[in-house]
T-cell receptor
Framework: NAGVTQTPKFQVLKTGQSMTLQCAQD?????MYWYRQDPGMGLRLIYY???????DKGEVPNGYNVSRLNKREFSLRLESAAPSQTSVYFC???????????????FGAGTRLSVL | GDSVTQMEGPVTLSEEAFLTINCTYT??????LFWYVQYPGEGLQLLLK?????DKGSNKGFEATYRKETTSFHLEKGSVQVSDSAVYFC????????????FGAGTRLAVHP
């Protein structure tokens, strides 16, 4: 009954370091998403993958790259971390490829990242 | 552009009080509307949804009605419990296109015994 699993849960980086946030879902969903959550701003979409083999930019993609490794896994990479990337990162997945009403997104527990 | 506006928090209530968290939206077309809840240390969970005008979503004693004339989707509960303490996010999904959610800033609810 895992759902969406994110690793790590916490991470501290120094400015300029790189890291990859991992996300895996076991619900056989087609679509996966990466969001960041900042105080007073709700969640903002960084990148999404509508289906295996495709990725697209969301609202705030600068400074990030993603890889849809297979249907289950969608990773987010920070090549050169900056203090402005201090945030809580959430991965989500949903069943349908694209258009459709009321599709539910299922979220992981989040990764809290601090960049010093 | 498309957006969601929620009332600012925190909202502090005593147990068994009535809860209203206001949410209004701006969107083209006919969006679907959602309330998500985030308990401390956890990810977001869907609380309820409505996909067309006048639909009422309900779950765990919470309700929200999709009002197209006022572009609103206010969350209500008749009697809150301490266990309802969480952050509540209103969100919309635009009709057509991919499954992109636009979130409000979130409203923190604290319920005291």
């Amino acid at each position: 009954n895992a759902g969406v699993t994110q690793t790590p849960k916490f991470q501290v980086l120094k400015t300029g370091q790189s890291m990859t946030l991992q996300c895996a879902q076991d619900m056989n969903h087609n679509s996966m998403y990466w969001y960041r959550q900042d105080p007073g701003m709700g969640l903002r979409l960084i990148y999404y993958s509508a289906s295996e083999g495709t990725t697209d930019k969301g609202e705030v993609p600068n400074g990030y790259n993603v890889s849809r490794l297979n249907k289950r896994e969608f990773s987010l990479r920070l090549e050169s971390a900056a203090p402005s990337q201090t945030s809580v990162y959430f991965c989500a997945s949903s069943e349908e490829k694209g258009a459709g009403g009321g599709n539910i997104q299922y979220f992981g527990a989040g990764t809290r990242l601090s960049v010093l | 552009g498309d957006s969601v506006t929620q009332m600012e928090g925190p909202v502090t209530l005593s147990e068994e009080a009535f809860l209203t968290i206001n949410c209004t939206y701006t969107a083209t077309g006919y969006p679907s509307l959602f309330w998500y809840v985030q308990y401390p240390g956890e990810g977001l969970q869907l609380l309820l949804k409505a996909t067309k005008a006048d639909d009422k979503g309900s779950n765990k004693g919470f309700e929200a009605t999709y009002r197209k004339e006022t572009t609103s989707f206010h969350l209500e509960k008749g009697s809150v419990q301490v266990s309802d303490s969480a952050v509540y996010f209103c969100a919309l999904r635009l009709s057509g296109g991919y499954n992109k959610l636009i979130f409000g800033a979130g409203t923190r609810l604290a319920v005291h015994p």
